[in-house]
């Protein structure tokens, strides 16, 4: 995506009322930064759940997936099995420590080579429904809050994607857009 240029002091006769716009919002970059937002909400959710984490044992949003699987509250567990709440709340730092470098990954991917309409890159973005899927599938059968939090991504990111692709598939993007790397 260039930008064209505005005109400078040099190319404007002296005289000239030159009128300053702003950059015209195009649909491509609404989408594109509207997928990046979205990429995000894995980070801070990564980023909270650890820090949940560390002060009461499981993310606050994990606790009623936790009583309908269990039986029974988290304080209940850790009174009647402290060893297994421990283990669980190694699972879920891993977890999160998980979904937070791929939520870097994914940022990171929009960011650059989605953005510059890598077409490796919009086929790349398709692999987070797979966490978005499996996440409303386990937690948010569980739990109602979690459910309508995960269909956000796995309804948003395809479209989104596929509201990008008119951008992305357009002819005569460049030499290599379809290869899996650009050359060093």
């Not at 009174?79 to 879920?92: I, K």
């Not at 937690?139 to 796995?154: K, N």
Request: contains cysteine.
């Amino acid at each position: 995506m260039t930008f064209p240029a505005s005109p400078s002091a040099s190319t404007v006769p002296a005289g000239t009322n030159v009128v300053r716009t702003r950059r015209p919002l195009t649909v491509t970059r609404l989408v594109w930064a509207a997928l990046l937002a979205l990429a995000a909400f894995p980070l801070f959710g990564a980023i909270l759940d650890l820090v949940s984490d560390q002060h009461g044992g499981i993310p606050g949003d994990h606790t009623a997936t936790f009583h309908a699987l269990s039986g029974m509250t988290v304080s209940q567990a850790k009174a009647a099995a402290p060893g297994v709440l421990s283990y669980v709340h190694q699972l879920e730092v891993g977890y999160a420590v998980h979904e937070l470098v791929f939520g870097l990954l994914l940022v990171a991917v929009i960011a650059i080579p989605l953005r510059q309409g890598r077409r490796w890159a919009w086929f790349a973005c398709w692999t987070i429904l797979i966490a978005d899927v499996t996440y409303a599938a386990t937690f948010g059968a569980h739990d109602p809050a979690i459910l309508r939090e995960s269909l956000i991504g796995a309804i948003g990111m395809p479209a989104l994607l596929l509201a990008l692709a008119p951008s992305v598939f357009r002819r005569n993007t460049g030499p290599d857009n379809a290869s899996a790397l650009p050359a060093a």
